[in-house]
C-alpha cells in the first residue's frame, strides 16, 4: 500500500488515532458539561488547517493536545472557569469524584488528567501547555491534594449520614 | 535516604511509575518508616485508578463520523488517497468484528492482527511456539524480519518467555513472542515490520470482545501489540509500559 509512505496521509491517520484520547480529555475536562466534542472538532479543524510535514516527525500527540488547549482557554468555557471561585457545572448524575474536578483551577485540571489519563510524561505536559517543568510539578501536587482531601471529607459525610 | 522530607516531585513520580528502579526501592524503604506519606501515595494511586476506570471505556467508543469530516475539511491538500483507505478499512473490520476498533489506518491493522494471533496461539497447550531455544528463536526471528527482534525482560510483572514464532503478515513476516504467567495465563507480543511509521505513537489501547484488550505502539521500524484475553487493562497496561521503556529506549 505505497500511498501509506505519503507523509500527509500518514499524519491524519496518526491524528484519527488518537481522536479516542482527545475525546476522553475533553469530556474529563469538563465533565460532562460543555459540549466536549465541539472541543475536538474544533480541535480537529485547527489540526487539518496547520498540519506540516514537522508535525509528524515531532510528538503528534503532544501537538493535537496543545492545540485542545489553546482552544479550550480561548473557548467560554475556559474563560469562565478561569474567573477567581467560579466552579464549573457538571452534570447532577456525574461521581462524585467527576464533579470534583470541576473545582480546579483548569491548569490544575488539565495537568492532572494529562498525567493521569493520558499517562503522558512530566515533560510532554509541560511541552503540551507551554509551561515550565516545574509549574507542572507544583500544579499536580496541589491538584492531587486537593482531590484527595475532597474525597476524604466526602467519605467521611456519608459515615456521618 | 533519611530526610524527614523528599522532594514532593519523586512521590509523584513513584506515583505515576516514573522513577527508575534504585529510586524507586529507596523511596519505598523511606515510605516504609512514614505510614501517613504512604497512605497519602497510596490515595493518589487510588485516584488515578478511580479516573482512568471512569474513562476506560471511551477509547472503546466509535468516532462520530462529524469528527472525521472534521479533519478531512479542508481541501487545500488532496486525499482521495485516504478516502479510499478509510472506506476499506471501515468495510474490512465490519466484515471482521472481531474487535471494536478505534481509528482507521495501520494501528487498527495491527491491532486485528495480533487480537488473531493471540486468540489462535495462546490457546495452544502443545506447541504454543516453535521448538528452539530463545537466543536462535531470536536471531532467526531477527533475520526473517530483517530488523532485531528483541524479547523483553517481564519477570517483574511475573511473565516468563515462553518463546515465539513466525507468522505471514499482510505484505512481509511477522512475528509472535509469547509469555506466560504463574497461573497460565499468556500475554503475546506481536512484532509487525509492516506497521512500522515515522513517528513514534506512545502507547494506545484497544479491547475488543471476549476479554481481549491490546496495547500497541509503532515507530519507524515496527508495530509492536500486546495482547492478552485475560489481564485486565490496568494489568496490561503496566506489561506494556515495561516492554515499550526496553523497546525503545
Redesign the interface.
Known sequence: ?P??C????????????????L??YA??LAATGAAP?DL??AT??R???D?KPAH??????VWLFSLLHETYVASAAGRDMQGAAAPGEAEPGA?A??RAIVTLPPLQREIF?L???E?M??EQVAKTLDIPIGTV?SR??RA?EK??LM??NEARLRQVK | MNPARLPEADLHAYVDGRLDVARRAALESWLAARPAEAARVAAYRVLGERWRAAYATMLEEPVPPALLCALEAKPARRRPLLRAAVGVAAGALIALGVLRYLAPGPASDIVQRAAMAHTVYAAEVQHPVEPRARGELLEWLSERLRMKVQAPELHAAGLAFLGGRLLPGDAAAAALLMYEGQSGQRVTLYWGPEFRQARETGLLYASGERGMRVYYWLDDECGYALASAELSQEELHAVAKMAHEQLEK
Open positions: 500500500m500511498e501509506r505519503l507523509p500527509g496521509v500518514q499524519s491524519q491517520e496518526g491524528i484519527a488515532a488518537l481522536i479516542p484520547h475525546r476522553r469530556r474529563a466534542d475536538v472538532r480537529l479543524e489540526a487539518a488547517q498540519l509528524a516527525r515531532a510528538d503528534l500527540r461521581a469524584f467527576e488528567l498525567v493521569t489519563l499517562d510524561s512530566y510539578m499536580l501536587s492531587r482531590l484527595r474525597l476524604l
